[in-house]
């Protein structure tokens, strides 16, 4: 009897379990389709004309129009969206490169070295976390405009380089302090210098945030419009970016449906790149800063 007894505790409490995650499973659909819900709707507004657009509350069109992509990726200007991606690539890749070499130097500095005034740089560090870019964007501008660096991508891969964003070695500094140092030992002791303790040991275990720290700053630049407006003054050199308000501004009457397809085919490469590197995104969130 009482075995039984257990037998029926343990099977209520697999039922309550298996009922608790199905709960947990309908909560993450209904939250999963609301949030993707205006990428959807901007899909299928994307074959709309604007009278369907603005006069019909209905998902589908009831007339498909795909020769809005067509016309969306033919440009402006004189530019196609292939010229556009490509600016955008030359922009976003060299920037987000120098920023990941950039902080891991910078945080492998802070965490592995003493050095004089250690604690005050680090406190600067992290007030420059407090500072908006905007408080700065006059000086930055005048100090780009005089390096004749304005109309160029200099203004974007020379803060990368030298690592201007705190956000990032304050990530990768927040990782390191979790990687024991018995692992450099080691390696000086097998003969490895500084150089190669970072490179031969730490980066490996450094690739979630790496991943993490590359995924945020591709999305930032990606989606950066305000300094792109600042620093960018040529059609030819537009990023994505500018390029989607430049297709809003070109016409005197704007076709919704084109500017739809527009902003669909800016975000389909986010969505890929988000859901590919999903794993390392979230391992390295989940793993920075947690451990002291």
């Given at each position: 009897?009482i075995i039984k007894k257990e037998n029926n505790g343990i099977?209520?409490?697999?039922?309550?379990?298996?009922?608790?995650?199905?709960?947990?499973?309908?909560?993450?659909?209904?939250?999963?389709?609301?949030?993707?819900?205006?990428?959807?709707?901007?899909?299928?507004?994307?074959?709309?004309?604007?009278?369907?657009?603005?006069?019909?509350?209905?998902?589908?069109?009831?007339?498909?129009?795909?020769?809005?992509?067509?016309?969306?990726?033919?440009?402006?200007?004189?530019?196609?969206?292939?010229?556009?991606?490509?600016?955008?690539?030359?922009?976003?890749?060299?920037?987000?490169?120098?920023?990941?070499?950039?902080?891991?130097?910078?945080?492998?500095?802070?965490?592995?070295?003493?050095?004089?005034?250690?604690?005050?740089?680090?406190?600067?560090?992290?007030?420059?976390?407090?500072?908006?870019?905007?408080?700065?964007?006059?000086?930055?501008?005048?100090?780009?405009?005089?390096?004749?660096?304005?109309?160029?991508?200099?203004?974007?891969?020379?803060?990368?380089?030298?690592?201007?964003?705190?956000?990032?070695?304050?990530?990768?500094?927040?990782?390191?302090?979790?990687?024991?140092?018995?692992?450099?030992?080691?390696?000086?002791?097998?003969?490895?210098?500084?150089?190669?303790?970072?490179?031969?040991?730490?980066?490996?275990?450094?690739?979630?945030?790496?991943?993490?720290?590359?995924?945020?700053?591709?999305?930032?630049?990606?989606?950066?419009?305000?300094?792109?407006?600042?620093?960018?003054?040529?059609?030819?050199?537009?990023?994505?970016?500018?390029?989607?308000?430049?297709?809003?501004?070109?016409?005197?009457?704007?076709?919704?449906?084109?500017?739809?397809?527009?902003?669909?085919?800016?975000?389909?490469?986010?969505m890929i790149l988000f859901f590919a590197c999903q794993k390392?995104?979230?391992?390295?969130?989940?793993?920075?800063?947690?451990?002291?």
């Open positions: 009897m099977m209520k409490d697999k039922d309550v379990k298996d009922k608790a995650r199905v709960i947990d499973y309908v909560l993450i659909i209904i939250i999963g389709a609301v949030l993707l819900y205006p990428i959807i709707w901007m899909f299928f507004a994307s074959f709309k004309d604007n009278s369907e657009i603005f006069g019909s509350v209905s998902l589908l069109p009831t007339t498909w129009h795909p020769e809005n992509y067509i016309n969306a990726w033919k440009g402006s200007a004189g530019y196609t969206y292939s010229k556009f991606f490509i600016n955008t690539l030359i922009l976003v890749l060299p920037t987000t490169l120098l920023t990941l070499a950039s902080s891991t130097l910078v945080a492998y500095g802070f965490v592995r070295f003493n050095f004089p005034y250690k604690k005050l740089m680090f406190t600067l560090l992290l007030a420059m976390m407090m500072l908006p870019s905007t408080v700065v964007i006059i000086p930055r501008y005048m100090l780009y405009n005089q390096f004749h660096w304005v109309d160029t991508y200099m203004p974007f891969y020379a803060p990368a380089t030298l690592c201007c964003n705190s956000f990032f070695p304050y990530m990768l500094i927040q990782f390191l302090r979790g990687v024991p140092r018995d692992l450099d030992e080691s390696a000086y002791i097998d003969g490895c210098s500084t150089f190669q303790t970072l490179t031969k040991i730490l980066l490996p275990l450094m690739k979630p945030a790496l991943f993490s720290a590359g995924l945020f700053q591709f999305l930032w630049t990606y989606n950066d419009y305000f300094n792109s407006l600042i620093f960018i003054n040529s059609v030819k050199k537009y990023p994505i970016s500018l390029a989607v308000r430049l297709s809003l501004d070109s016409e005197s009457v704007v076709q919704w449906g084109k500017i739809m397809a527009v902003a669909f085919i800016a975000v389909v490469p986010l390392y995104f979230v391992e390295g969130i989940a793993t920075s800063g947690m451990k002291n």
